[in-house]
């Protein structure tokens, strides 16, 4: 059964760092792209950033220069350091995990940021 867990959501202030991590289980992973994806309220979920099985990296424009996500094969880790964090940053962050027709969620963490 494949789990994603993500942490280190919270509370920042604009202009802050927090970092997300996800730590996915049940399979091997390395030819998956991982990725997070966010839905603030009202809004359609969208995607913030995805790393590739080798590595390639895809950012929303929103957060490009901003956010930096990484993966760890071995430890079946994908992380995203956000920094310079906006108020509109605000929102449910989601680990994702995807191959072909395969497609794996998080249940998603909070990340709230005050102006």
């Known amino acids: 059964q494949v789990q994603l867990v993500e942490s280190g959501g919270g509370l920042a202030q604009a202009g802050g760092s927090l970092s997300l991590s996800c730590v996915a289980s049940?399979?091997?992973?390395?030819?998956?792209?991982m990725g997070w994806f966010r839905q603030a309220p009202e809004k359609e979920r969208e995607l913030v950033a995805a790393v590739t099985s080798s590595g390639d990296t895809n950012y929303a424009s929103s957060v490009k220069g901003r956010f930096t996500i990484s993966r760890d094969n071995a430890k079946n880790t994908v992380s995203l350091q956000m920094d310079s964090l906006k108020p509109e940053d605000t929102a449910v962050y989601y680990c994702n995990v995807a191959w072909r027709n395969l497609n794996f969620w998080g249940q998603g963490t909070h990340v709230t940021v005050s102006s």
């Open positions: 049940g399979r091997t992973f390395t030819y998956y792209a």
